[in-house]
């Protein structure tokens, strides 16, 4: 199989909320939550998409998935040879695909329903699928919970009796349980120690493998992403501002903004030196965007032609793009270690 065969695309996706006032709920203005979202995820890959707070990763899953409601643009899954057009299913249609996309949330204390059993929680989603057997379900949710690293006896048990890393290991069951082909991970790691972190990783690279997954992986940390994505898309205010392969991201970063990420992580080795690049202020405002480019409050490098003129984004080396005008000529500073897979 061909590495690079698509199995979703994304086209200007934009999910936009209203801001309303009064009871006439009149519409004061616009949250531009995900604005002209244009990427592909490929077959057996995995992306991680980061940035900061507010900058609109969940809203971009979501709006993938159709939980939320896209305010425009096309989501095309490539699904055993046939593109189904996301966007325009309807509900019916749209509840029969779901069992192939499927999402792992952030907070595994708040995400699995305290009432039920470990066994009914992760055979819920097959249930309401409404065409499976007893055995069959029965058989799969034992199979799983092994997979992901528990065991038969804890089926019986309530979500309260386990700690994070297992609450999320019985997420990543019920999340598996239709047996999709696209999971995007939000934040999956992010409420967990960090020597848990590793081990929630390292399983999840484990399923991708055996079950030949695609992953959208969401943090707002670096370091996360670079274990596990293959590519890494970096967002900014409900954009993307630069996207390339993982390694070539971290050592050639293209935009300022990644730059500044990349200096804020910790560097293991006291030999190198690094410096941290200072961002002045907070992400900034979807509801009330910076004119021209977005992050040029932020940016040591800004113009004057910055305040003004959009940068779109552009291929500038072979898969990689980035939205500044400048990616060409500024030298950024990439990482100094790199600790890939
Ligand atoms: N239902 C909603 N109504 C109005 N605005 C919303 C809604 N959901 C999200 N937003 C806004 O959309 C923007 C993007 O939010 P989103 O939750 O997607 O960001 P995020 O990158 O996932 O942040 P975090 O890292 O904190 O999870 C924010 O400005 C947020 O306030
Ligand atoms: S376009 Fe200008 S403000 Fe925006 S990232 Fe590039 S240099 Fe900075
Ligand atoms: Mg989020």
């Known amino acids: 199989m061909d590495e690079k065969e698509p199995l979703l695309q994304i086209k200007q996706l934009k999910k936009h909320y209203p801001i309303e006032k009064g009871i006439m709920k009149k519409q004061i203005g616009m949250v531009k939550a995900v604005d002209d979202v244009t990427l592909t995820i490929h077959k057996n890959e995995v992306l991680g998409v980061v940035g900061e707070s507010g900058c609109g ?5 979501r709006a993938i998935l159709r939980i939320v409601e896209p305010t425009s643009g096309e989501v095309i899954y490539h699904f055993d040879d046939k593109a189904v057009n996301f966007t325009t299913l309807n509900k019916k249609e749209l509840r029969s695909m779901r069992r192939y996309v499927q999402m792992i949330f952030q907070n595994p204390y708040t995400s699995l329903n305290p009432r039920m059993t470990v066994f009914d929680i992760v055979a819920e989603p ?20 092994i997979k992901v690293g528990m065991e038969e006896k804890h089926l019986n048990r309530y979500p309260h009796a ?8 019985i997420g990543i069951a019920r ?3 239709l047996q999709p082909k696209f999971v995007i991970a939000d934040e999956a790691v992010s ?15 484990d399923l991708q493998e055996e079950y030949g997954l695609t992953y959208m992986f969401i943090a707002h940390n670096l370091s996360v992403v ?3 994505s293959d590519r890494v898309c970096v967002m900014y205010l409900g954009r993307v501002v630069e996207i390339a392969e993982t390694e ?19 560097i293991s080795d006291p030999t190198v030196k690094s410096e941290r690049i200072m961002m002045p202020g907070e992400i900034g405002n979807a509801a009330n965007l910076p004119s021209g480019c977005c992050f040029h409050p932020r940016c040591r490098y800004a113009k004057e ?3 003004k003129e959009y940068p779109v984004l552009k291929e500038i080396g072979q898969g990689h793009m980035a939205a500044c005008h400048f990616a060409e000529q500024l030298n950024l500073s990439g990482i100094k270690e790199l600790k890939l897979k």
């Open 126 to 145: 097959m249930v309401l699928a409404g065409t499976f057997t007893q055995n069959e379900i029965g058989e799969r949710v034992r199979e799983l919970i």
């Open 191 to 205: 409420a967990l120690d960090v020597s848990i972190q590793a081990q929630i990783l390292n399983l999840l690279q």
């Open 226 to 228: 670079e274990h596990i």
């Open 57 to 61: 990763k969940t809203t971009l899953g």
């Open 162 to 169: 386990f700690s994070g890393g297992q609450r999320q290991r």
């Open 175 to 177: 999340a598996l349980s």
């Open 305 to 307: 032609c910055c305040k």
């Open 248 to 266: 070539e991201l971290f050592y050639h970063p293209l935009h300022p903004y990644t730059e500044a990420l990349l200096s804020a992580i910790p």
